[in-house]
C-alpha cells in the first residue's frame, strides 16, 4: 500500500512506486515512494551509504529496480533506458570531453540525442545555453583552459541544451572550494527558477540542501525518513536522527509527568521540559509516556540557575565565531548541550564554570518519534 502522502501519476513529473535496489548484502533502495512535481527543486539528503545516489540512478535509467516502478509522469519507464528518458544528468566530475571545445561539448548531446537537429538550431541552443549559465563568449575554448568553477557550468550548459523535463545532479558541487560552491548553489537555484524545470538533487550537505529546496529527502539506509519543505525538515525533524543530521540539536529522554491545556510537562534527569502535548504531528501523549525531546541552540536563552522552568547547567566552554558565539554547557545528568547566541554587541558575561539556566519557549521543543 502507498504511504501516507504518496501523490498522483497525473500530477507527479517523476513517481517512484515501491522501487527497490539490491546489491549482494544490502538493500541500497528498499521501498521506496516518492513523487517530485513538475517545476520543483528536490533535493535528495543523507550520509554516504544511504541510498540516495541510486535512487538518482533508478530514475535516470542506469540502474533497473529488483521491485517497483519508476513513471515519468503516467508513462512507465521503468526498464526504459537511459537515452529514451526525458532527462539529463549532471556529474560531480564534470565528464567533459577535453578534446572538444566548450562549444563541442555542448552540442553533443543535441547531435547524439534521439532527434537529429538541424546544425541551425544546434547553434542556437549552443549559444543560449552558455548564455543561460553565463558563459558567452567561451565557446572555442577548451575545458583544461577553464577553471572548475566554468568547468561545471559547461557541464550544466550540456545537461539543459537538449531541454529536458528533468535535470539530475550527482552532487555536483563536491570538487568546489566553499565560496565558489555558495555561489554556485545561488546560480544553480536561479537557473532552476528560470528554466522552470524539476531539478533532481544529491548532496550529503546540510546547509546546502536547506539554502537550494523546495522540497527535501531525507534518507537513512535506503528508506525515506522525511519529505517536507526546509523549514519543516529543520523545525519539526521526526526522528532523532534527521534532528541530529540536519544542523545541530539537543536532545533529552524523559517521561511525561503532567498534561495541562496542550502543553506536557517531561521530568527528565536535568530537570522539568515543557512540549506540546500533541507535538510534530505524531499521537497525543498520555501520563508516562518516555519521549525524546530536541531543542536547537539558537532557541535558547540563558537565564538564572534558579530562574522559573530553566534547566540549571554549568558552563564549560565558548568558541567565538564572529556573528555567533557557540557556547557548550553541562546538564545536571552529565550530558552537554550546545547554546547558539547571536553577536549583537553586549557579549554574555559567562566564564568557564558558571551556572546559568537554560529556557526556551515551549513550541520549540520538538518531541521525536525515535
Given at each position: 500500500?502507498?504511504?501516507?502522502?504518496?501523490?498522483?501519476?497525473?500530477?507527479?513529473?517523476?513517481?517512484?512506486?515501491?522501487?527497490?535496489?539490491?546489491?549482494?548484502?544490502?538493500?541500497?533502495?528498499?521501498?521506496?515512494?516518492?513523487?517530485?512535481?513538475?517545476?520543483?527543486?528536490?533535493?535528495?539528503?543523507?550520509?554516504?551509504?544511504?541510498?540516495?545516489?541510486?535512487?538518482?540512478?533508478?530514475?535516470?535509467?542506469?540502474?533497473?529496480?529488483?521491485?517497483?516502478?519508476v513513471y515519468f509522469g503516467t508513462n512507465d519507464v521503468t526498464h526504459v533506458p537511459p537515452h529514451e528518458r526525458d532527462v539529463h544528468t549532471v556529474f560531480q566530475q564534470y565528464a567533459l570531453f577535453p578534446h572538444?571545445?566548450?562549444?563541442?561539448?555542448?552540442?553533443?548531446?543535441?547531435?547524439?540525442?534521439?532527434?537529429?537537429?538541424?546544425?541551425?538550431?544546434?547553434?542556437?541552443?549552443?549559444?543560449?545555453?552558455?548564455?543561460?549559465?553565463?558563459?558567452?563568449?567561451?565557446?572555442?575554448?577548451?575545458?583544461?583552459?577553464?577553471?572548475?568553477?566554468?568547468?561545471?557550468?559547461?557541464?550544466?550548459?550540456?545537461?539543459?541544451?537538449?531541454?529536458?523535463?528533468?535535470?539530475?545532479?550527482?552532487?555536483?558541487?563536491?570538487?568546489?572550494?566553499?565560496?565558489?560552491?555558495?555561489?554556485?548553489?545561488?546560480?544553480?537555484?536561479?537557473?532552476?527558477?528560470?528554466?522552470?524545470?524539476?531539478?533532481?538533487?544529491?548532496?550529503?550537505?546540510?546547509?546546502?540542501?536547506?539554502?537550494?529546496?523546495?522540497?527535501?529527502?531525507?534518507?537513512?539506509?535506503?528508506?525515506?525518513?522525511?519529505?517536507?519543505?526546509?523549514?519543516?525538515?529543520?523545525?519539526?525533524?521526526?526522528?532523532?536522527?534527521?534532528?541530529?543530521?540536519?544542523?545541530?540539536?539537543?536532545?533529552?529522554?524523559?517521561?511525561?509527568?503532567?498534561?495541562?491545556?496542550?502543553?506536557?510537562?517531561?521530568?527528565?534527569?536535568?530537570?522539568?521540559?515543557?512540549?506540546?502535548?500533541?507535538?510534530?504531528?505524531?499521537?497525543?501523549?498520555?501520563?508516562?509516556?518516555?519521549?525524546?525531546?530536541?531543542?536547537?541552540?539558537?532557541?535558547?536563552?540563558?537565564?538564572?540557575?534558579?530562574?522559573?522552568?530553566?534547566?540549571?547547567?554549568?558552563?564549560?566552554?565558548?568558541?567565538?565565531?564572529?556573528?555567533?558565539?557557540?557556547?557548550?554547557?553541562?546538564?545536571?545528568?552529565?550530558?552537554?548541550?550546545?547554546?547558539?547566541?547571536?553577536?549583537?554587541?553586549?557579549?554574555?558575561?559567562?566564564?568557564?564554570?558558571?551556572?546559568?539556566?537554560?529556557?526556551?519557549?515551549?513550541?520549540?521543543?520538538?518531541?521525536?518519534?525515535s
Amino acid at each position: 500500500m502507498p504511504p501516507v502522502g504518496a501523490g498522483s501519476l497525473v500530477t507527479a513529473v517523476v513517481s517512484v512506486r515501491s522501487v527497490t535496489k539490491r546489491y549482494p548484502g544490502v538493500a541500497a533502495v528498499d521501498g521506496v515512494w516518492l513523487d517530485i512535481e513538475d517545476g520543483q527543486f528536490v533535493t535528495l539528503l543523507g550520509p554516504s551509504g544511504c541510498g540516495k545516489t541510486t535512487l538518482l540512478r533508478l530514475i535516470a535509467g542506469f540502474e533497473t529496480p529488483d521491485e517497483g516502478q519508476v513513471y515519468f509522469g503516467t508513462n512507465d519507464v521503468t526498464h526504459v533506458p537511459p537515452h529514451e528518458r526525458d532527462v539529463h544528468t549532471v556529474f560531480q566530475q564534470y565528464a567533459l570531453f577535453p578534446h572538444l571545445s566548450v562549444a563541442d561539448n555542448v552540442a553533443f548531446g543535441l547531435r547524439r540525442g534521439r532527434v537529429r537537429r538541424p546544425a541551425g538550431e544546434v547553434a542556437r541552443r549552443v549559444r543560449e545555453s552558455l548564455e543561460l549559465v553565463r558563459l558567452t563568449g567561451y565557446g572555442d575554448r577548451m575545458p583544461a583552459q577553464l577553471s572548475g568553477g566554468q568547468q561545471q557550468r559547461v557541464a550544466i550548459a550540456r545537461a539543459v541544451a537538449p531541454g529536458p523535463r528533468i535535470l539530475l545532479l550527482d552532487e555536483p558541487l563536491g570538487a568546489l572550494d566553499r565560496k565558489l560552491r555558495e555561489a554556485m548553489q545561488i546560480e544553480l537555484k536561479q537557473l532552476q527558477r528560470q528554466l522552470g524545470i524539476s531539478f533532481v538533487f544529491v548532496t550529503h550537505d546540510q546547509d546546502e540542501a536547506l539554502a537550494m529546496s523546495d522540497v527535501v529527502v531525507v534518507m537513512k539506509e535506503g528508506k525515506i525518513e522525511q519529505k517536507g519543505e526546509p523549514s519543516e525538515i529543520y523545525e519539526h525533524p521526526r526522528t532523532r536522527f534527521i534532528a541530529e543530521f540536519v544542523g545541530v540539536t539537543n536532545v533529552i529522554v524523559g517521561d511525561v509527568e503532567s498534561i495541562d491545556a496542550g502543553l506536557a510537562s517531561v521530568r527528565t534527569p536535568a530537570g522539568i521540559v515543557p512540549v506540546s502535548a500533541a507535538a510534530n504531528g505524531g499521537p497525543a501523549l498520555s501520563m508516562g509516556d518516555r519521549v525524546s525531546v530536541a531543542v536547537r541552540p539558537e532557541k535558547i536563552r540563558f537565564a538564572e540557575a534558579r530562574a522559573a522552568g530553566a534547566i540549571a547547567c554549568r558552563v564549560e566552554d565558548a568558541r567565538y565565531l564572529g556573528d555567533v558565539t557557540h557556547w557548550r554547557v553541562r546538564l545536571l545528568d552529565g550530558s552537554t548541550w550546545t547554546v547558539f547566541a547571536q553577536n549583537d554587541g553586549t557579549p554574555e558575561p559567562l566564564e568557564p564554570g558558571a551556572e546559568v539556566g537554560l529556557v526556551w519557549e515551549s513550541n520549540h521543543a520538538v518531541r521525536l518519534e525515535s
